[in-house]
C-alpha cells in the first residue's frame, strides 16, 4: 500500500509521458556518437538547457583523452567530449549517484533511420533506448523527487558522460572521484526486454596482438621472410582455446589485420579481441594464459609478439548491498504493481566501474526497450513514465526512512 504522501510526485509524473517523449525524440535527433566532437557539444548544450530546471551549477568536466593502437601498431589518442555534472544537497546525510552516458555507438555516416514513432507506443531511433530515454527517466524521476517534501535527507549527484559506449576510459577516474561519499549508485541503462534489471556482470577486457616479422620478396627470397600473419593466425588460435577454460570465461578475436601485397611476406599483424570473466580472479589466469602463449610465439626466429591493453571492466557480482538495493527495488516495484526480477548478463557498464570503487549500484533503471546498437533500436514509449514512478519512488522511500540506511 502506497503512503499518501508519494501520490503527488507519482500522479505529476503519470501526466509527464508527452514531455519526456518530447525530449527523448530531441536528443535522438543529435548525432552524439562518442568521436563526434560537434554532435556531443550540442548534446552537452540540449541536456543543460534541459537540466537546468534544477537551479544548480552545471560542470563541464573535461576528460583526458583516449588512447588506442591505430592499424599499424602504434599509440594514438582520441579526443572526447566533456561529462556534466550537477549535485542538490550536497550536505544531506545520504548521497546518491545517478550515472548515464550522451554517447552512441551510431558513427555520424550510419544508416540507422530517424527518430519516429513507427507503431503505437514505440519510438524508433538511434539512441532512444540506449541510453536517451534512460536520461529522461533519471531527469523526470528527480524532477518528481524534488516536488516530495519529505526529501531533504537525501542529496544527489548527476554525472552524463561522454564515452561509456567506447569503456569509459576517460571518464574513469572522475567517476572514481565522485563516487566517493556517496551510499547508493543508480545507473540508467536500458533495463531488458522483458522488463527485468540486470543483476550480475560479467567483467571485459580488450587486447591488441601485435605480431612483427621481417618481410621479403614472396618469390625471390621467401625463405628470408618471416610472415607475420602466419604467426599471428596459429597464435590466436591458441587464444581462443582458452574458451570456456573457466565458467563463463570467452575470447572473441573480433578483428585482424596485416600484410599489404600478395607477392609480400607480410611483416606485421595485428589481432583486436575482447575477453570477459565472471569472476575476478579470472583476469589473473587468463593474463597468465595469454602471456604464456605469446612467450611461446616470440621464440620463433624473427616473429616477436606483443600485447597491448587490459580488463576496463571487473565483473560485477550480486551480492550484500547491490543485491539489498535490487531488492529494494523489487519492492518499489510491487508497489507499483510491476513485477521485476533480475537476470545475468555479459554485458558491462559504469555499474560495473562503480562496485568495483565500492558503490553498489543497480544499473538498469532506464527504459524498457530492445535492439540496441543496431539500426531498428526502439523503445516502449510507456515505460518512460514506468520507470520514472519506480526511480522516484525509490528515492522518497529512502528519504522518509521507509527503505532504510542501504
Ligand atoms: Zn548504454
Not at 546525510?93 to 514505440?122: C, F, R, S
Not at 524508433?124 to 535527507?153: H, M, Q, S, T, Y
Not at 570456456?244 to 611476406?265: H, K
Not at 510491487?334 to 562496485?355: F, H, T
Amino acid at each position: 500500500m502506497l503512503k499518501s504522501s508519494y501520490l503527488p510526485a507519482l500522479e505529476w509524473l503519470a501526466t509527464q509521458q508527452k514531455d519526456m517523449l518530447a525530449l527523448v525524440m530531441r536528443w535522438a535527433a543529435i548525432n552524439s556518437h562518442t568521436f563526434n566532437l560537434d554532435g556531443m557539444k550540442q548534446m552537452k548544450s540540449a541536456l543543460k538547457e534541459t537540466f537546468q530546471v534544477f537551479q544548480e551549477e552545471i560542470e563541464d568536466i573535461d576528460l583526458p583523452p583516449m588512447e588506442f593502437i591505430n592499424s599499424k601498431g602504434h599509440s594514438e589518442f582520441k579526443s572526447l567530449g566533456s561529462a556534466i555534472k550537477l549535485s542538490k544537497r550536497a550536505h544531506a546525510p545520504l548521497q546518491v549517484l545517478l550515472v548515464i552516458h550522451m554517447d552512441t555507438v551510431y558513427p555520424v555516416d550510419h544508416p540507422a533511420g530517424e527518430v519516429k514513432i513507427t507503431e503505437e507506443n514505440i519510438l524508433r531511433g538511434p539512441g532512444v533506448c540506449d541510453a536517451k530515454g534512460g536520461i529522461a527517466v533519471l531527469f523526470k524521476a528527480l524532477e518528481a523527487f524534488e516536488r516530495f517534501p519529505e526529501n531533504e535527507n537525501v542529496g544527489w549527484t548527476v554525472v552524463i558522460n561522454p564515452d561509456e559506449e567506447v569503456g569509459s576510459h576517460g571518464s574513469l577516474d572522475f567517476l572514481k572521484k565522485v563516487a566517493q561519499n556517496k551510499q547508493v549508485g543508480l545507473l540508467y541503462e536500458p533495463c531488458l526486454p522483458s522488463g527485468d534489471l540486470v543483476g550480475a556482470r560479467k567483467g571485459s577486457g580488450n587486447f591488441t596482438l601485435i605480431v612483427r616479422g621481417r618481410s621479403a620478396h614472396a618469390g625471390r627470397d621467401h625463405h628470408l621472410g618471416r610472415n607475420a600473419v602466419d604467426a599471428l593466425a596459429k597464435c590466436i588460435l591458441k587464444i581462443s582455446g582458452l574458451n570456456g577454460s573457466r565458467p563463463g570465461l570467452t575470447v572473441n578475436v573480433g578483428i585482424i589485420e596485416g600484410g599489404q601485397a600478395l607477392n609480400v611476406v607480410p611483416d606485421f599483424a595485428l589481432a583486436r579481441l575482447n575477453v570477459r570473466v565472471e569472476r575476478e580472479q579470472d583476469e589473473d589466469y587468463v593474463l597468465t594464459a595469454m602471456k604464456f602463449i605469446i612467450n611461446e610465439f616470440s621464440k620463433f626466429d624473427g616473429i616477436s609478439v606483443g600485447i597491448h591493453g587490459g580488463f576496463f571492466a571487473p565483473p560485477k557480482t550480486l551480492k550484500g548491498k547491490t543485491l539489498t538495493l535490487l531488492k529494494s527495488f523489487q519492492s518499489c516495484g510491487q508497489d507499483l504493481g510491476l513485477n521485476l526480477n533480475w537476470q545475468p548478463s555479459g554485458g558491462v557498464c559504469d555499474g560495473n566501474r562503480l562496485l568495483s570503487f565500492g558503490l553498489p549500484n543497480v544499473d538498469t533503471l532506464g527504459v524498457k526497450g530492445g535492439a540496441t546498437h543496431s539500426p531498428n533500436e526502439y523503445l516502449y514509449i510507456d515505460s518512460l513514465v514506468e520507470r520514472a514512478k519506480l526511480s522516484a519512488l525509490f528515492l522518497m522511500k529512502l528519504a522518509d526512512g521507509t527503505i532504510k540506511k542501504i
